[in-house]
């Protein structure tokens, strides 16, 4: 079975500046995998090259075994795409938005409804889901971008920041959704600057710091590859504070 994501020596510049410097990293199936790194490390290019929002300069990119570009309806039918700002329409209500996007994936009323009943009762969607758009706070609009990413049943869901603005019971819903998701076969992609989340829900971790990936693996073998012994913050602040080239796992 292929790697739902299988990165390849990509590189990505802007101008003169490397934001991705030869990254390769592959996640299988079943995995969430946590991306960290400090602002401006190439966390956000790299998932938008991912995602096929952007086209890498050097490398290759697969998902699910189809390449990013040359097959790139192929690859991006096998995922979604959560961004940190999640946009809705706002003049639709949560529902209409839901079911927009379902005929963009040409779903049939029976699938759509059986899964939106499901992702409703995980994300406590009907307090608010047939209100308007431009009455949500972040944390309903990120309840509602995050289930019409997995409306169409994704094998590979790609999240920047999922926490930001959810409440402490929404954050353990979404912790149990990404558990499902890994059980059943998917993989999470997650960048994310709560250190605390990652350390809690991560299969594996990887570090990227100046356009290079500086470390990779369980927080386990994270913990060999650093001096320090014990959280993940600690680790993190290491490696990033001393790393300028990529360390050996």
Partial sequence: MADAIDIQGVVKRYGQKVAVNGLTLSVPPGELFAFLGPNGAGKTTTIKMISGLLTPHEGSIHVCGHLMGTNGLLAKAQLAYVPDQPFLYEKLTGREF??????????????????????????????????????????????????AALLHQPRVLIIDEPMVGLDPRTVRSVKDLFLDITRSGGSVFMSTHTLEVAEAVADRIGIINKGNLIAVGTLEELRNTATSQHSLEEIFLELTETSDAPIEE
């Fill in 98 to 147: 839901l079911y927009f996007v379902a005929e963009m994936y040409g779903m049939g009323r029976e699938e759509r409804d059986e899964n939106l009943e499901k992702l409703n009762r995980q994300l406590d969607l009907d307090p608010f889901v047939d209100r308007l758009g431009g009455t949500y706070s972040h944390g309903m609009k990120q309840r509602v971008v995050l289930a």
